[in-house]
């Protein structure tokens, strides 16, 4: 008998990115990955494949499945599939919504649930153990998986704060990638003091300017044009930073902005793509794929 689990996650954006102080602010964006797994008692190992990379590294949604087989004592091994709409190693979360989905879905085959911040956190401790990850990225997980805008302490583990909003988001995802574990974590800390003044912004629920200086700190420590930033304020938008740990820029923007920040954003030259989203608010979810028993 094979056991089949279906789910999907959200990306993320960055207010503040945690590495610097292990405090964190991020916000979901409604733009999605699928997770599929299949198990049964006559496999012993978990395989993964991710759609849009073949040859790409699985251990992370591999790791997702084993550590929900062995919170249950499950012994059962398979396959995990995931695919989406998140550019990978963008700075737009794809892992903590890889993850997010993974955990889910896997939750989903074997009939078992989870409470919301268990399911996150059994995915961050996936990334920490596979090294895809600097802070464990609780806060993106949060944000992936809640929706809205959260405020978190990474060290800790602790969700501080969760509100909704509403809000048109505008990114720009240059072709080339960059991932979060070859971050320069020890010029990221330099910045400290600075970040903890914009994290308090966000405590203070404003979430522009908090993450328009965010951007700024963190494209002078890890060397990121603020170009992309710029053109955005000149724009008449209030929040815009680089996301993540780079390379792409996400900026809160009002209807009336999207064209003339998309026309900004396409004439710098960079190679890449601006999408056009939202902040997502509803969160993960679990569902029944058509067909399937």
């Known amino acids: 008998m094979t056991l089949e689990g279906h789910a999907c996650a959200f990306g993320a954006g960055t207010i503040i990115n945690a590495i610097a102080t292990w405090k964190g602010a991020a916000f979901g964006i409604d733009l999605k990955t699928f997770a599929d797994v299949e198990l049964s008692e006559s496999e012993s190992v978990i395989t993964g494949s991710i759609k849009e990379v073949p040859e790409g590294d699985t251990r992370l949604i591999e790791r997702c499945v084993e550590l929900v087989l062995g919170r249950f004592g499950l012994e059962l091994g398979g396959t995990i599939r995931t695919w989406g709409e998140i550019p990978l190693a963008g700075g737009l979360k794809s892992s903590s919504a890889a993850a997010n989905a993974s955990v889910l879905a896997t939750l989903h085959a074997v009939g078992e649930t ?104 963190y494209c002078g420590a890890l060397g990121f044009d603020t170009e992309y930033m710029l053109r955005a304020l000149e724009c008449g938008v209030k929040g815009v930073s680089l996301s993540g740990t780079g390379p792409s820029y996400a900026a809160l923007v009002k209807a009336d902005q999207v064209k003339e920040l998309k026309s900004a954003w396409e004439s710098c030259g960079m190679e890449g793509r601006v999408i056009e989203t939202s902040i997502n608010n509803s969160g993960a979810i679990s569902f029944k794929r058509e067909g399937s028993s």
Do not use: W
């Not at 059994?122 to 992936?144: H, I, K, Q, Y």
């Not at 509100?163 to 020890?186: C, G, H, M, W, Y």
């Open 114 to 217: 989870m409470p919301s911040l268990e399911i996150i956190k059994l995915g961050v401790r996936a990334a920490r153990e596979v090294g895809v990850t600097v802070t464990g990225a609780f806060d993106d997980a949060c944000a992936s998986f809640l929706g809205g805008i959260v405020i978190t302490d990474n060290r800790n583990m602790k969700l501080i704060k969760r509100e909704e909003a509403d809000s048109r988001v505008l990114i720009f995802a240059p072709s080339k990638k960059a991932f979060s574990a070859d971050t320069n974590v020890k010029r990221s800390r330099l910045i400290a003091p600075y970040v903890e003044m914009a994290y308090e912004l966000a405590l203070a629920g404003d979430y522009e300017r908090a993450m328009t200086l965010n951007g700024f700190l």
